[in-house]
């Protein structure tokens, strides 16, 4: 059986540490069907997709047990009661104007890119909200980088990636977003979600989350 890191399990849900380059759900192809989700099912019949990651992200992935807990889960994340934060390493210093390292906000609606499929791009006209919250997460460094926590409010294809890019400071390693010298300025995309709370499917009450960052 392939190698499942596992963070939780109970009889209502699963919570994963996905790695970096695995699918979080199957692809289109034979060659695309290892992913999180067919591993957790080889484990736990029952397990059922909630949400997912990019598959050069890694870090937290929630899966529900059952029909009904992925119904609740599900509405969870409909009604914004599930809280995820990530770890990245941005291209450029970027300094942070609020006061004692507070929360800033990227808010700029996002859009597939039709033709240029997967990726996606801002648009006034025709995106949806995203909005993205991000600080600071360690001091400067000389080497022309900084690491940043995110937090997604809304939850759009590629948020995350898009909105730093957006700002002028791709993540290193995205092979979408960022020019040749900043993706090969690390061995994979260096964006790790590593904080995640959310309303438990059986008693409502909320329960964290946590994985170390990677690099």
Known sequence: MSQ???????????????????LAVPGRGPDKQDCLS???????????????????????????????????????????????????????TLHNPQPDNGWNTVDLSLTIDWPNRPRSIVSAELGKPSVTRWRLAGAPTDDD????????????THQLRVH?????????????YATPEQQTRA????????????????????VHFHSPCPF
């Open 4 to 22: 499942l890191k596992v963070i939780h399990e109970d009889d209502e849900m699963i919570v994963l540490d996905k790695p970096a380059g695995l």
């Open 145 to 156: 980088t900084t690491r940043l926590e995110l937090e997604p409010v809304t939850g759009r």
């Open 164 to 176: 730093l890019q957006a700002i002028g400071h791709p993540i290193l390693g995205d092979m979408l």
């Open 187 to 206: 061995p994979r995309l260096l964006l790790h979600a590593h904080q995640l709370s959310l309303p438990h499917p059986q008693h409502g009450d909320t």
């Open 38 to 92: 067919a591993r957790a099912q080889a484990r736990w019949p029952d397990a059922l997709v909630v949400h997912r990651l990019d598959m050069a992200t890694s870090g937290l992935v929630v899966m529900a047990r059952g029909i009904e807990a992925q119904r609740r889960l599900s509405r969870a994340f409909e009604q914004r009661e599930v809280h995820k934060r990530y770890t990245a390493i941005v291209a450029g």
